[in-house]
């Protein structure tokens, strides 16, 4: 959990006790406060399944704005693992992998297609030159159903390097296995066949060749805010996550991750502001929640710390997805990295499931695969490996191994 500077963030932790069930809603007032004194309580509502409705108000001021709440509570006092079991046994780091790698690869067969051909397609199921595809696209005629692209194997390959350094991050090693990923091919979906590469990462790769140190290599101009950072964040958003990392600290090191192929700020920005909301997603799994705390209360803390130019880049994002009436055919088709994160953060927010957040996403088009790898990532995170639809994970390529090195991952991570 990344820690706010002066105020705890509420989250279900082994500590966590239910104090009540609210039995018209089935919900469960919750607290993390050992006090001895009920009416001082700091208190959270949610379901079963950890998801948050409500939080951070003090017992004693829930009773004074509802009274009849009172009459409905059903006391209880007991942990909340005793109301779910699973609950701390689901990884995020394993299910957001596999959710990255699952979006990945469903959006593969459709990239670079325009919206409204991806629309009138409508895929249900992973799709590849195995299935006997009715359209043509880039990848359509070479790549079999459930192989994912360059936005997860660089992923995968950051983790890689930060397991082998027992969860120290060392850059230029981050971008020597980019290397083997692409010149090597180690990482990939389809043994020894790399594929995906953008031109952003390809003249990073020749500016480490050259000699510049790998925090350095991202191109700083404007043009250079392509996806390609935000694609592969997530091993590095999730290090700040189970490192409880303050925002500032957090910050720091996005702003060094994404640099890596991505040097302007819009870029730092994007992957700062996905960092921000996949961890109130985790906590909270509530979007709508997550959305209020993690970017629009977020707003300020940035203004002091990035330019006018960057925020106003992410205007539709700070100001506008959340609206129920905001037409999403307003988000641009592009590998713009706004436009990327913007799409992602629409696609969970008015989504209620993984599955439905997946199609979505490829549904804006264009850059189908990194749009729904962003997704993926943040979604299965949240709605853990049981929300992804098995189906999809029948075709995932490689998904023992992807599960193997988020456990790896999340195990040199939560070392003290």
Same mark, same amino acid.
């Given at each position: 959990?990344?820690?706010?500077?002066?105020?705890?963030?509420?989250?279900?932790?082994?500590?966590?006790?239910?104090?009540?069930?609210?039995?018209?809603?089935?919900?469960?007032?919750?607290?993390?406060?050992?006090?001895?004194?009920?009416?001082?309580?700091?208190?959270?509502?949610?379901?079963?399944?950890?998801?948050?409705?409500?939080?951070?108000?003090?017992?004693?001021?829930?009773?004074?704005?509802?009274?009849?709440?009172?009459?409905?509570?059903?006391?209880?006092?007991?942990?909340?693992?005793?109301?779910?079991?699973?609950?701390?046994?689901?990884?995020?780091?394993?299910?957001?992998?596999?959710?990255?790698?699952?979006?990945?690869?469903?959006?593969?067969?459709?990239?670079?297609?325009?919206?409204?051909?991806?629309?009138?397609?409508?895929?249900?199921?992973?799709?590849?030159?195995?299935?006997?595809?009715?359209?043509?696209?880039?990848?359509?005629?070479?790549?079999?159903?459930?192989?994912?692209?360059?936005?997860?194997?660089?992923?995968?390959?950051?983790?890689?390097?930060?397991?082998?350094?027992?969860?120290?991050?060392?850059?230029?090693?981050?971008?020597?296995?980019?290397?083997?990923?692409?010149?090597?091919?180690?990482?990939?979906?389809?043994?020894?066949?790399?594929?995906?590469?953008?031109?952003?990462?390809?003249?990073?790769?020749?500016?480490?060749?050259?000699?510049?140190?790998?925090?350095?290599?991202?191109?700083?101009?404007?043009?250079?805010?392509?996806?390609?950072?935000?694609?592969?964040?997530?091993?590095?958003?999730?290090?700040?996550?189970?490192?409880?990392?303050?925002?500032?600290?957090?910050?720091?090191?996005?702003?060094?991750?994404?640099?890596?192929?991505?040097?302007?700020?819009?870029?730092?920005?994007?992957?700062?502001?996905?960092?921000?909301?996949?961890?109130?997603?985790?906590?909270?799994?509530?979007?709508?929640?997550?959305?209020?705390?993690?970017?629009?209360?977020?707003?300020?803390?940035?203004?002091?710390?990035?330019?006018?130019?960057?925020?106003?880049?992410?205007?539709?994002?700070?100001?506008?997805?959340?609206?129920?009436?905001?037409?999403?055919?307003?988000?641009?088709?592009?590998?713009?990295?706004? /436009?990327?994160?913007?799409?992602?953060?629409?696609?969970?927010?008015?989504?209620?499931?993984?599955?439905?957040?997946?199609?979505?996403?490829?549904?804006?088009?264009? /850059?189908?695969?990194?749009?729904?790898?962003?997704?993926?990532?943040?979604?299965?995170?949240?709605?853990?490996?049981?929300?992804?639809?098995?189906?999809?994970?029948?075709?995932?390529?490689?998904?023992?191994?992807?599960?193997?090195?988020?456990?790896?991952?999340?195990?040199?991570?939560?070392?003290?």
């Amino acid at each position: 959990m990344i820690r706010s500077e002066g105020r705890e963030k509420l989250s279900i932790r082994r500590d966590t006790r239910v104090l009540y069930r609210h039995k018209g809603r089935g919900r469960y007032l919750l607290t993390n406060d050992r006090g001895p004194e009920p009416a001082r309580y700091r208190m959270f509502e949610a379901d079963k399944n950890g998801r948050f409705s409500m939080e951070g108000l003090l017992l004693g001021s829930i009773a004074a704005h509802d009274p009849c709440l009172v009459s409905q509570l059903e006391k209880l006092d007991c942990a909340f693992e005793e109301i779910d079991p699973d609950y701390f046994d689901q990884d995020p780091v394993v299910s957001g992998l596999i959710g990255q790698a699952v979006g990945d690869a469903f959006g593969v067969p459709v990239e670079f297609l325009d919206r409204r051909t991806v629309r009138r397609i409508g895929l249900q199921d992973m799709a590849g030159c195995d299935t006997g595809l009715k359209f043509r696209s880039r990848w359509g005629g070479m790549i079999p159903a459930g192989a994912w692209s360059d936005d997860t194997s660089m992923t995968i390959a950051a983790m890689a390097s930060i397991i082998g350094h027992e969860g120290g991050i060392d850059y230029d090693d981050i971008m020597k296995q980019f290397l083997n990923w692409w010149e090597g091919g180690e990482y990939t979906s389809l043994d020894n066949f790399p594929f995906g590469l953008g031109g952003t990462v390809d003249r990073a790769f020749h500016n480490y060749r050259r000699g510049i140190p790998a925090p350095d290599c991202g191109g700083k101009g404007f043009g250079d805010n392509g996806n390609g950072a935000l694609m592969r964040i997530f091993p590095f958003s999730m290090y700040c996550i189970l490192k409880d990392y303050t925002e500032e600290e957090t910050l720091d090191l996005i702003r060094k991750a994404s640099g890596i192929t991505h040097g302007h700020e819009i870029s730092a920005l994007g992957c700062f502001i996905y960092t921000l909301f996949l961890d109130d997603c985790i906590r909270t799994r509530n979007p709508r929640m997550a959305y209020r705390n993690a970017v629009t209360g977020m707003l300020d803390f940035c203004r002091s710390r990035f330019s006018g130019e960057a925020l106003e880049a992410y205007g539709l994002l700070f100001h506008e997805i959340g609206k129920k009436d905001f037409d999403p055919d307003t988000i641009p088709e592009s590998g713009y990295v706004v /436009d990327s994160l913007t799409t992602a953060i629409y696609s969970i927010l008015h989504t209620d499931s993984y599955e439905e957040a997946i199609k979505t996403a490829v549904g804006f088009g264009y /850059d189908t695969d990194t749009n729904a790898c962003i997704t993926g990532s943040i979604a299965g995170a949240m709605y853990g490996l049981g929300g992804i639809p098995d189906r999809w994970l029948k075709v995932l390529k490689k998904k023992e191994y992807l599960i193997r090195m988020g456990e790896g991952f999340s195990g040199v991570c939560r070392k003290d």
